[in-house]
Nanobody, 117 residues
Framework: QVQLVESGGGLVQAGGSLRLSCAAS????????MGWYRQAPGTRRDLVAT???????NYADSVKGRFTISRSSAKSTVYLQMNSLKPEDTAVYYC???????????WGQGTQVTVSS
């Protein structure tokens, strides 16, 4: 079992910045990739960024150059630095961890990010 707790969401004006954090606890030794997804009302949950245990990253085209994903040295906390935020970035952001050889998905409870124009 893995628990993921997100923090750092909030309300920000367009052009501003926010930093999201996600702390994993429990059986963290078998966590593989971690990442962030987001879901706006009436839409599906989409990938924002992922990071492997080795530090390789992957980003959605819509956030490249603006968002940066990173991971603690203990690999149990993942961060998302969001700069130059746009109103279309407004969504609930979910932390994700892939666990074990089967890459079972664990999800956090979500944190709301609202960008005003």
């Amino acid at each position: 079992q893995v628990q993921l707790v997100e923090s750092g969401g909030g309300l920000v004006q367009a052009g501003g910045s926010l930093r999201l954090s996600c702390a994993a606890s429990g059986s963290i030794f078998s966590i593989n990739d971690m990442g962030w997804y987001r879901q706006a009302p009436g839409t599906r949950r989409d990938l924002v960024a992922t990071i492997t245990p080795e530090g390789s990253t992957n980003y959605a085209d819509s956030v490249k150059g603006r968002f940066t994903i990173s991971r603690s040295s203990a690999k149990s906390t993942v961060y998302l630095q969001m700069n130059s935020l746009k109103p279309e970035d407004t969504a609930v952001y979910y932390c994700n961890a892939k666990w074990g050889q089967a890459r079972y998905d664990y999800w956090g409870q979500g944190t709301q990010v609202t960008v005003s124009s």
